[in-house]
């Protein structure tokens, strides 16, 4: 089991920035790769970033690509998603994932923190 938390979410003005946290526990973080997502209303979850288990690889959706940078500490059991630019459309419940494979697909990974808010206004 992999317990996930997130935080850092909040409200910001377009073009500010935020870094979120994930803080792991329970079996080691390290074992996994780590992806963030995030849920608008009424729109279904998608994919956000992704990152391998050792932090070598990174991928990221279109959207975000060059605004968002993921990373993670293994040390810290610790993922981040810095977030940079933000637009409104960005707006979302943001959640961290773990899995034992990456992927952009949200059924392939087995857990899941509670969701931080992330709102951007215009």
């Known amino acids: 089991q992999v317990q996930l938390v997130e935080s850092g979410g909040g409200l910001v003005q377009a073009g500010g920035s935020l870094r979120l946290s994930c803080a792991a526990s329970g079996r080691i973080f390290s074992s996994y790769a780590m992806g963030w997502f995030r849920q608008a209303p009424g729109k279904e979850r998608e994919f956000v970033a992704g990152?391998?288990?050792?932090?070598?690889?990174?991928y990221y959706a279109d959207s975000v690509k060059g605004r968002f940078t993921i990373s993670r500490d293994n040390a810290k059991n610790t993922g981040y998603l810095q977030m940079n630019s933000l637009k409104p459309e960005d707006t979302a419940v943001y959640y961290c994932a773990a899995s034992t494979v990456q992927s952009r697909t949200p059924s392939v990974y087995g857990y899941w923190g509670q969701g931080t808010q992330v709102t951007v206004s215009s």
């Open positions: 990152i391998s288990w050792s932090g070598g690889r990174s």
